[in-house]
């Protein structure tokens, strides 16, 4: 059990490693949820005790007394396929954002995609006639689809080998996924595809404006970084401690020998985001291809 705690917690100090922590929260709790709501089913308890805690309702005043549901929607699952099919998209398309943004970017996208999408479902639900009523929403959909248009958003081009199809570049599988969500608006499922068109706007506007040199995603940085530090326990350094990194609140900024710095690594992270990949002269493609060798 320890080793399996060890790596958890290598998953989540490793840098540059945002994908791996986003489907990790994620399998978690679909694992946590399905182990309690299994144990509910033999004691004859109904379910829907940890559906109501973890989905997000249209209920306003449900919302204020169940304010924590606004994130725990966007990283809970009830179903295996449903799980399944988001996480396999987020891995193919935030692949992409955390090779060319880097992790901590893709970790923005990703809450930012999920609280935009969760927001425009309530607002749609408590001010629209025809939708207005008691609903809920739960599901990683509106986040993954931020990371989807926000890859195809940077990297139109780029494309991927669909089987039975061929190659197709990102841009159009985006675009057919954006239509689809809002032809089926009047079907089932509404609520689902109005988050997916949530965060489907913010997804093309958190890139436009991350090209334009303003980073959205500065506030969950900021907040993320005041709980790790919340918790974060303070270490004694041992005489046998040579380098400590920045994120571990060293005593030297000195990257390893041969190694570049964070600060380096985020200007060229920026450059890409701005530029594109190929804009990097041949040293920086070098840097960045050392950064992402620590751990």
């Given at each position: 059990m320890s080793g399996i705690l060890d790596d958890f917690r290598?998953?989540?100090?490793?840098?540059?490693?945002?994908?791996?922590?986003?489907?990790?929260?994620?399998?978690?709790?679909?694992?946590?949820?399905?182990?309690?709501?299994?144990i509910l089913f033999f004691a004859k308890i109904d379910d829907s005790i940890i559906v109501n805690q973890l989905s997000l309702s249209s209920s306003l005043?449900?919302?204020l007394t169940h304010p924590w549901t606004l994130i725990t929607n966007f990283f809970t699952h009830f179903g295996f396929f449903h799980i399944l099919f988001n996480m396999l998209f987020l891995y193919w398309f935030g692949l992409l954002i955390e090779e060319y943004l880097g992790g901590r970017r893709l970790i923005n996208l990703y809450i930012l995609g999920g609280l935009f999408s969760s927001v425009i479902y309530l607002i749609a639900y408590n001010t629209i006639p025809t939708l207005m009523g008691v609903s809920t929403v739960v599901g990683a959909s509106g986040a993954i689809f931020a990371v989807v248009v926000g890859a195809a958003t940077l990297l139109p081009d780029y494309t991927l080998f669909l089987f039975l199809i061929g190659p197709v570049k990102i841009k159009y599988i985006a675009l057919f996924y954006v239509v689809l969500s809002f032809v089926e608006l009047r079907f089932s499922n509404t609520g689902g595809n109005l988050v997916h068109l949530g965060g489907a706007l913010l997804g093309f506007v958190y890139v436009r404006q991350l090209q334009s040199g303003r980073d959205l995603g500065a506030p969950i940085?900021?907040?993320?970084?005041?709980?790790?530090?919340?918790?974060?326990?303070?270490?004694?350094?041992?005489?046998?401690?040579?380098?400590?990194s920045q994120r571990q609140n060293s005593y030297s900024n000195a990257a390893p020998a041969g190694f570049p710095d964070d600060e380096e690594v985020d200007e060229i992270l920026d450059k890409i985001s701005k530029s594109g990949y190929e804009s990097?002269?041949?040293?920086?493609?070098?840097?960045?291809?050392?950064?992402?060798?620590?751990?």
């Open positions: 290598n998953a989540f100090t490793k840098r540059n490693n945002g994908l791996v922590q986003i489907i990790l929260i994620n399998v978690v709790v679909f694992l946590v949820c399905a182990i309690i709501g299994t005043p449900y919302l940085d900021a907040t993320l970084n005041f709980f790790k530090n919340l918790f974060k326990k303070n270490e004694t350094p041992t005489v046998n401690v040579t380098y400590r990097l002269s041949k040293d920086e493609k070098q840097k960045l291809f050392k950064a992402s060798q620590k751990s």
